[in-house]
């Protein structure tokens, strides 16, 4: 097992001796024992992942604490032993030795990753962390809980036992689809081959796809309610304009639905901005977000998609946590589908989507980048997923240069297309050029052509 080591600054120990204990940060005496330990690893390894500090103790009554690390890394040999043998739990963990730079012992950062697995503590019981407790996976139901909210079971693959094959005889949704995909098939048959459809009923994933109003047998879990607060504050019902419209139908018309109404109750939004002008957010964001709600809510929680679109922002929150081992932080390069069969299907609509799978949250990003609005942020709740698109402008690529020199020495022209999201290196030249000509830039001498670059005028 590799491991890092590093020096804490004097400056940095406080800090780091009163970590706040939370969802992502946990503390524990070098004195406890392994078995003991693991439970908190199991916590964190079956939710978000975070920080487990060894090496820090603290007075029960009191509250306070102190270093008491390791005498050398060979002391914490017995807690690498106990997470090596914490399977799949291998590829998931990194350690770091913190060395105080008085006393030279070691405090152990053990940093656990978000598992696609269910990890089991010694005991063989499983536990998640929930804000700074470890909760035991003590019930079949919560075991079935977790595997859910994991991917490791898919609720699409329920049957749905009110529906039946006459659900979509005549369906406008499975017209359109074998009109376009497969013609002149079976309906039974094939639905049968995709395991949508046994035993005489659809499944979750058949309903969503292919009943024309999948929410009547699947109500309070299928539909997606869209709010207009007249405010820029947190929802309040005074401030709620109408009636929240409920949009319902097949997945794929319901994506559809919900963009275009979405797209126009922003665009009859107007701001003051030295003058009124129309709020305007990339279409490609907003279908990426919903697309990406619908796609991946967690089908078993009885509760709708909401999209909530105040006067400086729009928000989608999506019922479930975040499947497998995706995280906010790992979102835009990890891929988990908690509903495949979902995934897969409606990739083969007409005009699909989900057209470029994997793509959907990068899009929705750079678009963003484009028009000059901050990035989209996620928050992941304990039961669901909140996207918030802002209605706020980047600084100017002038203000971010100037930010980034305050902390740097000089810019070249690849730094500063990174940082400010222009692609063309002319486009940038003339960034730098502007900043010259207000007498705030000049080029650090002796170096031209790749190796060019910028500095502050002294």
């Known amino acids: 097992m590799q491991y890092e080591e590093t020096i804490v600054s004097e400056m940095k120990l406080p800090e780091l001796v009163n970590v706040q204990e939370n969802y992502f940060n946990d503390i524990k005496s070098k004195m406890i024992k392994p078995a003991k330990l693991s439970e908190s690893v199991?916590?964190?390894?079956?939710?978000?992942?975070?920080?487990?500090?060894?090496?820090?103790?603290?007075?029960?009554?009191?509250?306070?604490?102190?270093?008491?690390?390791?005498?050398?890394?060979?002391?914490?040999n017995s807690i690498i032993q106990m997470l090596e043998s914490l399977a799949p739990l291998s590829n998931y963990y990194s350690i770091c030795y913190l060395q105080h730079p008085v006393l030279k012992t070691y405090v152990m950062q053990i940093t656990i990753l978000k598992t696609n697995d269910i990890i089991y503590a010694t005991n063989q019981m499983a536990y998640v962390r929930k804000n700074a407790q470890k909760l035991p996976i003590d019930t079949q139901e919560k075991?079935?809980?977790?595997?859910?909210?994991?991917g490791i079971i898919q609720f699409e693959n329920e049957l749905v036992r009110e529906s039946s094959i006459d659900d979509v005889e005549d369906s406008e949704a499975f017209q359109l689809f074998s009109d376009n995909v497969v013609p002149n098939i079976d309906k039974e048959k094939w639905l049968q081959k995709q395991r949508l459809y046994k035993e005489g009923h659809?499944?979750?994933?058949?309903?969503?796809?292919?009943?024309?109003?999948?929410?009547?047998?699947?109500?309070?879990?299928?539909?997606?309610?869209?709010?207009r607060y007249k405010t820029s504050e947190q929802a309040d019902r005074d401030y709620l304009d109408g009636t929240p419209l409920t949009i319902e139908g097949s997945a794929y018309n319901q994506i559809y639905a919900a963009i275009a109404k979405s797209k126009e109750i922003v665009e009859s939004i107007r701001k003051l901005d030295k003058k009124f002008e129309n709020v305007v957010y990339p279409e490609e964001t907003l279908h990426e977000i919903i697309t990406n709600a619908v796609l991946h809510r967690d089908y078993s929680i009885a509760t709708d998609i909401q999209i909530r679109i105040y006067d400086n922002r729009v928000e989608i929150e999506s019922p479930g946590k975040l499947p497998g081992s995706v995280t906010v932080k790992n979102i835009l390069d990890a891929q988990s589908a908690r509903n495949p069969k979902l995934v897969r299907i409606i990739n083969k609509f007409p005009e699909a989507p989900n057209k470029d799978v994997g793509e959907g949250l990068n899009t929705a990003f750079e678009a963003m980048k484009r028009l000059r609005l901050k990035e989209p942020y996620i928050i992941e709740n304990e039961n669901s997923v909140l996207v918030v698109i802002k209605h706020e402008k980047l600084a100017s690529p002038e203000e971010m240069v100037m930010d980034y020199l305050e902390t740097h020495e000089e810019i070249k022209n690849k730094e500063g297309r990174n940082l400010t999201g222009i692609k063309s290196e002319n486009m940038m030249k003339n960034v730098f050029k502007r900043l010259k000509k207000a007498g705030l830039l000049e080029r650090v001498p002796g170096k031209f052509g790749p190796a060019s670059a910028w500095r502050k005028v002294k």
């Open 42 to 76: 199991s916590a964190f390894a079956n939710a978000s992942g975070g920080d487990i500090y060894v090496g820090i103790d603290e007075n029960t009554k009191t509250k306070c604490r102190q270093w008491n690390g390791f005498v050398n890394v060979e002391e914490a």
């Open 143 to 150: 075991l079935d809980r977790l595997k859910l909210d994991k």
């Open 202 to 227: 659809l499944t979750v994933a058949g309903s969503l796809l292919f009943m024309d109003e999948p929410q009547i047998v699947l109500p309070k879990r299928s539909a997606i309610k869209i709010y």
